[in-house]
Every structure is written in structure tokens, then in C-alpha cells.
């Protein structure tokens, strides 16, 4: 049987070439179980290593590969933690409470009106503070609040599975959004306007599409009226004042950075480490914030998770994963641009269903790797 196996692979090179891609796939699969699954706690950044080296040691991969690989993500990821330590800086300082308070005296006492103000509340932050800030950030005071309106479990429930969703559902318009976003667009030369001017309208669609349908869906869940009495004045949620009032002028430079600078060749993880350095030595300045539980709570892992899930994927693409990937975007591609869009959007949304957004971006962009 060996002998048979290696007269077949010198004369035909498809069971190697058989062998490499199970391998890679099964590396793969593997991997994305582990992220998913996070056994005994452990970090995707743990899992994406133990496919990256696995990857490695069976030669799915190169050394050579990793430096190309660094190339692809690095803006990315330092964009994407630049601005959650923004945002959890802007937290301790009270700034996100502060503004909940506020939406919730808009809502003047309507339970539907306060819904539907989280709800726009969220993805504002969302588009300004990516997805995870905007869930981690706003889940607890939302919870808050909402415990000292003494709304019923199911109303909290709806109020918090309502954060979660809009968080990721409005994580469209900025490039920073999104991890998946900077990705995308830094890979493929995505401009910081280009990428607003198109998928700021698809934002918009997006969020009154959410708005609506968790408004029905939640309408039996939501009691009628709620006692704007029992909430603390907004002014009462601010911790340390110069560093809340230092976030306002962050975000208007964060901001046009991104749109002036940012065409100009300047990396916007440049712009954002500025910009969070700034912040930083701020709140470090007033003693009010413990800024190394900040630094300690960014999501350091992900420089880790971003290096490895993408080696991972890598390993497929030198596998050949690339040649079956295009066929199938090209069958979506000769029903013009509405297949193109339709059957990629589609794809996209299923495969992201069930292992993860970013393995799912990282696949997609393998015909781009052929």
C-alpha cells in the first residue's frame, strides 16, 4: 500500500494535492470549533494560535507566509484596539451613561419610545466604537437602568438582546465599525469616504429594518410606561470631567482624521493610536480613572487572533481552497450584478451564521489571494 501510494503521487501529483487540502480544512475546522467553542475559557487568541502553529507544522503554511500575512492585518488591528481603549476610557469616565441617561428622559416616560432610543443609542455607538464596544459597553448600563426602572425580566431581556443585535446590525457605515470592516477595506484599497459614501445609506436600511422588526417582536415584553423619577440626572453618571469633555474634541478629530488624513496615505490606525494616546494621558493625569485596568481590559488577544486566524486561512489558499471559492463567486457573477450581490451577500451571511464574521471576510478574500 505505501509503495502503491508513492508511485501514485510521482506520477500524479492530485493525491498530495488531495492530502494538503484535508489537512488545511480539517486544521481549519478545527480551529473555528475551538473559537466558537472556548473550552474551560480559553481565548480565540489561544485557539487561532493552535491552528497557526498546527498549520505550520504540517507545512500548510511558511515561515515566509507570516510576514505577508502581518502585512494584511496589522492597520486592522491596531485600529480596532485604539479604539476600544477610547471607548473603555470614555466609559470609565461616564461618558456612555451619561448619554443612556439622556436617552432615556427623551423617551419621557414611553417604554416604546426608550426602546427605540437604546436601540439608536446603540448603533451610533456601534458606528463610532465598532461592534464589540458598543455591546460590551452599553449592555451593563442599559441592565442598570433598566434594574432601577424595575422593569420585569422579560422587558430587561428584550431592552438587552435589542443592544446586542443593533450592535452588530448597525456595525456597517466607518470603516472602524467594524474589525471585519478595516479588513476588508484596507485589504482591498477601500478609501475611509469611499467605504462611508457607499455603505452609509446600506447602515441606514439596515437600522430601520432592525428598528421595526424588534419593536414588533418585543411589543408584548414592553410595559407601557416607565418612572423617568427613579433615574439618576445625567450630570450624576460623569466620573472625571476632562476626560469626558476631552472625548467630545477626540471623536471630532477621530473623526476627521479618518475622512482628511486618511487619503493622504496616513494609516487610520494611525490616526486612532494618536487619538488614544492622547485620551490616555488625560484620564492618567486625573487620577480619577484606573487606566491600567483600561490597558489591561483592551482586547490585546485580538492582535493574536487576527495573526493566527488568518494563517489558518491562508493555509487554505495555499491548499487550492482559492480555485473552488472563485468558481463559485463566478456562477454568481454571470447572473450580473444582482447575482453577484445577492449570492455573495448570501454566502457571506450563512458562512457567517455558523463559524464567525472574520474567518468568514478572511475566506472571502481568497480569490483576491490567487
Known sequence: MVVLA????????????????????LIFIATIVLVIWQPRGLGVGWSATFGAVLALLTGVVTLGDIPEVWHIVWNATATFIAVIIISLLLDEAGFFEWAALHVA??????TRKLFA???LLGAAVSALFANDGAA??????????LLALRFSPAATLAFVMAAG???????????????????????FNIG???????????????????????????RKELPRTYDIAQLHHPKEAIRDSPTFIAGWWILAVLLVGFFVIEPLGVPISAVAAVCAVILYVIAARGHAIDTGKVLKGAPWQ??????GMYLVIYGLKNAGLTDHIAQILNVFASHGIWGAS???????????????????VLVGALPRLA
Do not use: C, H, Q
Open 302 to 307: 485580538v492582535v493574536v487572533f487576527s495573526l
Open 136 to 145: 460590551l459597553i452599553l449592555t451593563p448600563i442599559v441592565i442598570a437602568m
Open 342 to 360: 445577492l449570492g455573495t451577500g448570501l454566502l457571506t451571511a450563512f458562512l457567517s451564521s455558523i463559524m464567525n464574521n472574520m474567518p468568514t
Open 6 to 25: 508513492v508511485e501514485l503521487s510521482a506520477t500524479d501529483s492530485r493525491p498530495i494535492w488531495i492530502t494538503e487540502m484535508l489537512i488545511a480544512v
Open 117 to 119: 432610543f437604546i436601540i
Open 165 to 187: 443585535f443593533i450592535a452588530d446590525a448597525a456595525s456597517l457605515p466607518l470603516v472602524v465599525s467594524n474589525l471585519v470592516n478595516i479588513v476588508s477595506a484596507d485589504y
Open 192 to 218: 475611509f469616504s469611499e467605504y462611508a459614501s457607499v455603505m452609509v445609506p446600506v447602515n441606514l436600511v439596515s437600522v430601520a429594518a432592525t428598528l421595526g422588526m424588534l419593536m414588533w417582536f418585543f
Open 105 to 110: 428622559r427623551w423617551g419621557k416616560g414611553s
